[in-house]
């Protein structure tokens, strides 16, 4: 009788900027337990609007903030015994101490990410040794523009990595044998440091200004995909019509990811652009669904037998390299990491 194989990937988790929320689901003094790199976080907004995240655990006596702590001020209140630590992690109140505990006005007392706020959600940055962000993500000026439409939004939880489904964008055969596109696309590939861009062309039947089909001449299409850093890809659809996705990448553990993706249109487009625009966001999520079942059950192989048309997959697996870091690698805390969840 055969062994079950394991199907974890053996991969870390990349650093990298995360979207750990959309914002409009974090209001003032919100307050949540949140699950992300293995971890379990604390994540709210002080009475001011700032987004925090940090670790959980009171460094008093260890009550979960996550679990019925109270925003005060630009602090959350433990609700234990009703320590206050600010998003920095550094201890701003204990009520009913006379004197504060050296140890708790020597700095900060747990970690705290770095967070910024764009694009509609509350981005983390997470290094494993907690060094400094090293990379920007990029504001899409579509998600803040008042002509183009509030966003569509679609997520997933997959048992996959990072990798894995960052991956898929660059392997031209399986749009082919997964998806049943009826031609295998070109893809040319731009590597810059964290950024990375690829600009799939695929021929269809020409679409006038005015939304007629023609189906005796075909044109290119171009599906330009950005990526910034292992967290963040930006898709534009731009033919005689334009969509603009966001796929955000957030790993819950190193073999689960929480999967987003945001779409936006032009407000002012005609009923037959609409239309298109609507069967385009239907089909790409129609597509994860076929992604899901493979993900789920396939393995990591490390070093893939290739042939000639798998299209970019080692240049992709090159580039990606760069987001696992080294044991100690940035390291300026020496602090012990957190308890991992399941």
Known sequence: MGHLQDLSTGLSIPFGWYAV?????????????????????????????????????????????????????????????????DGTGSVTNIPYAKNMPKRATEGPCLHAFPIQE?????????????????????????????????????????????????????????????????????????????????????????????????????????????????????QVFARAFKTVMMASMVPITADRIKLRFAFTKPKDISEQFNMFTDVLIEEIVRQVGHDIPIWENKIYRDNPILCDGDGPIAKYRKWFKQFYAEEGEGDTTGRPSLRAIN
């Open 118 to 234: 764009m694009n509609q959600m509350v981005w983390a940055w997470y290094h494993p040794n907690k060094a400094a962000p090293s990379f920007d993500i990029i504001e899409v000026p579509e998600f803040s523009d008042p002509n183009w439409s509030e966003l569509d939004t679609y997520e997933w939880e997959i048992n996959t990595c990072l990798q894995e489904s960052g991956e898929n964008a660059v392997d031209i055969a399986h749009f082919v044998y997964v998806h049943g596109a009826a031609d295998m696309p070109r893809a040319e590939v731009i590597l810059n440091g964290a950024h990375r861009s690829t600009d799939m062309v695929t021929r269809t039947p020409r679409i006038d200004e005015e939304g007629n089909i023609d189906m005796t001449e075909m044109e290119d299409m171009h599906l330009v995909t950005q990526n910034f850093g292992p967290g963040m890809a930006l």
């Open 21 to 85: 929320a959309y914002s409009k689901d974090l209001q003032q003094k919100d307050v949540q337990a949140v699950n992300f790199f293995g971890q379990e976080l604390v994540l709210f907004r002080t009475e001011s609007g700032k987004a925090k995240l940090m670790e959980p655990y009171c460094p008093h006596l260890g009550a979960h903030l996550g679990h019925g702590g109270k925003v005060k001020g630009e602090s959350i209140a433990c609700p234990f015994h009703a320590w206050e630590i």
